[in-house]
Each structure stands twice: as C-alpha cells, then as structure tokens.
C-alpha cells in the first residue's frame, strides 16, 4: 500500500492554497472597491493562500525536505505571511471605510513588525527543523528565539484583528453620528467578518499556549479546526467585498479638518435651535439629511450639534433624527385623515426611506409593528 502524501486535513489547506489563487485573479477582475482597498485584499488572500503552503511543508510528515534553501524559505514565508495576512486585513478595514485613505508615516509605522520578525529569523537563523523543534543543530538559545517569534506571530495576529474589529465599530458610530438615513448591513456584516478572524486567531493562540503547557499532540488535535475556519472566512470576505464593500460609505478624515472649538456648557438657546430644527422647521422629513445640512439649517457647526445632541439628548444623530420619524407616523396612523394612506406611504412622508430601516425602529420605539400599532388604535376607536 502507498504511502499518502496528503492526509484529509492537508487537503484544506491545498483547498485554502488553489482558493485563494483564484480570488486573487477575481478580485482583480471583478472588484468595484477603490484601487488600494483592492490591492490590500489581493495582498492579504496572497498571504493567506502562501501561509496555507508553508503549513503545509512544515507539518507534512510524508513530504522530506532536505534542502536548506527551501527550509529557510518555509521558515521566512510562513511568518512573513502570518504578519502580512494581519497587516492587510487591518488596512483593508480602514482603507474601505475612511475617506481619501493614503499610507502615510503612521501606517507605515505598522511594517515595524515585518523588521521584528525578520530579525527573530536573521538573529536565530531559523529554519523549518527549527521552527518544528526538531533541529539537529538547535541550542538552547535559538530555542529561546524561535519560542518567542512563536508568541509573537500568535499574539500580533490577535491584536491586529481586534483592532480592525475597534475600526468596524467606530466607523459605524461616526456613521450613526453623521447620517440620518442608512444602510447598517453591510458595516454589520464587516464587523462580524473582523470578529470572525479575531475569534479564529485568537483560538490558535490558546492552541499555541495549550502546546506550551498541555503537549503537542492535543494542541496539535485542536489546531486543525484553525484550518477549517480560516478557509470559510477568506471565502466569506471575498463574497463580502463584491456585495457589500464598494457600497459603505466612508467616514471623513477628520484630522484633516481645521480644529473647531467647542462649548463645554452649552446655552438653552442653542439646545432650542436644534429642538426647533426639528419641531418647528420639520428637517427630519428630508430622506437623505445628514448632519452638516442639519447643522447649516439651523446654524451651528456640525461638530458642536453632535456634541449637544450627545450630551443633552442622551443619543446620536441617527436616532435622534429616526425617533422624530417615528412620532410623525405614528401621529399620521392616529389620524383619521390618513385612514386609507399605506403605510409605505405613512414611512416616506415621515422622512423614511427604507421599509426596513421604519419597521426596525417603529418596532424598538413603540413596541409593535406600524401595522398592529394601526389595528389596535382603529379596535380600541371601535370599542369606545
């Protein structure tokens, strides 16, 4: 009987290595992001799919590498892609969701970790029998060494993730604090992306300390599913950015923005204008309103009536202006006059313009839906 050269764990990864090909040639072909998200997605499925190589030369037991060229190879493109996988998925992030993203000083501050890790390889001469452990030539201080370009290609992974997890998360507050009038499926579906991967590594990293002080074998036992997860993810990050990425819209730079000051106390007749803007003006009936139209309306920048909307109103300019919405559809479902109007026709006269966006925040305003809402008011009219 032959002996295989792949076991159906192996297979994943050839699997991982031939997808990934593929959607570098798609994302080239088919993406409608802007050219630098793009290029950072194509970069970061490169890593991924030569990532997905390196394991499997380093762990295959039926593949005999015997030279010491393509061991230093392995060695250097499996922890270069580990840091390069992280890097890109975190400007990626924040290249789609930022305005007139460019890599300035401080992004290219973040290749201090390629210099870092290649340092590790240069200063231990690390190669694959080392990065296995089981190096004839290994001492105890290139042991050292390669422990500790372990622990850090495990931890930078984590930490690069959650902080494009933080990114999602803050664009989609300075979404909310901008617009009145949005679509939050596609940041929802990037944050759990970005939380998908932060999970993913972060469980190879408790395998990775479960090596350290449990035993190989059972690290190595739970390792696999590691593989399995990761090919799901880049397959589901690529659907994510032909659907939804090239919609999202992005936040501004705000740095770029001269600094305005803003009042610490805020006088009442300021606070008026901005309720006035709303009860008397009637501003939350303009579908697409965003926060500096409002701000120009009623004469104040922009920034200081996100702050007393903050701070006086207890919410963001997305809900403040949704739950004035809500109230004009519910005066409309109470009046009479308004008996035989649709409720389609009730959300857009309200300022809505998403059937979706009115029955989410009727239903967590009032408790029910508009149509139920209607019912009871026209069954309790009846009993009276």
Request: aromatic share 14%; hydrophobic share 50%; charged share 15%.
């Amino acid at each position: 009987m032959k002996t295989p050269i792949f076991n159906i764990h192996d297979l994943i990864l050839v699997l991982t290595l031939a997808v990934c090909l593929l959607l570098v040639i798609f994302q080239m072909l088919l993406s409608k992001q802007k050219q630098i998200a793009s290029r950072l997605l194509t970069v970061f499925f490169l890593c991924v799919g030569i990532n997905a190589l390196c394991n499997l030369l380093l762990w295959n037991n039926y593949l005999h590498i015997e030279s010491a060229i393509a061991k230093f190879a392995i060695a250097f493109g499996l922890s270069l892609t580990v840091v390069g996988k992280s890097l890109c998925l975190y400007a990626y992030v924040v290249a789609i969701t930022r305005e007139s993203f460019r890599f300035g000083w401080r992004e290219l501050m973040h290749l201090m970790n390629v210099l870092l890790v290649l340092g590790f390889l240069l200063f231990g001469r690390i190669d694959s029998d080392q990065l296995r452990f089981v190096s004839v030539s290994q001492t105890a201080f290139t042991i050292h060494v390669t422990n500790y370009l372990w622990h850090y290609l495990k931890l930078v992974t984590v930490v690069y993730a959650f902080s494009a997890v933080w990114a999602v998360w803050n664009y989609k507050q300075q979404l909310k604090a901008f617009y009145s009038s949005l679509s939050l499926e596609g940041p929802q579906w990037l944050i759990l992306l970005a939380l998908g991967f932060a999970l993913n590594w972060s469980w190879s990293l408790v395998v990775h300390i479960l090596g350290l002080y449990v035993g190989f074998n059972v690290a190595d036992g739970f390792g696999i599913f590691d593989n399995y997860i990761t090919f799901l993810l880049v397959n589901a990050l690529f659907v994510y950015s032909l659907l939804y990425a090239h919609q999202l819209i992005e936040t501004k730079n705000t740095t770029q923005e001269k600094p305005v000051v803003v009042a610490v106390d805020h006088s009442q007749d300021v606070i008026e204008r901005i309720r006035q803007g709303m009860e008397v003006q009637h501003l939350y009936l303009k579908h697409t309103l965003n926060i500096e139209e409002f701000a120009k309306q009623v004469g104040i920048h922009y920034r200081e009536v996100s702050a007393i909307i903050n701070k006086h109103f207890d919410t963001n300019f997305f809900e403040f202006v949704n739950s004035y919405r809500v109230n004009k559809a519910k005066e409309m479902l109470l009046d009479p006059k308004f008996s035989d109007t649709t409720i389609l026709e009730i959300l857009l006269e309200s300022g809505f313009n998403s059937k979706s966006s009115f029955h989410r925040f009727f239903k967590r305003y009032v408790g029910v839906s508009a149509a139920d809402f209607r019912k009871q008011h026209h069954a309790d009219s009846a009993a009276e």
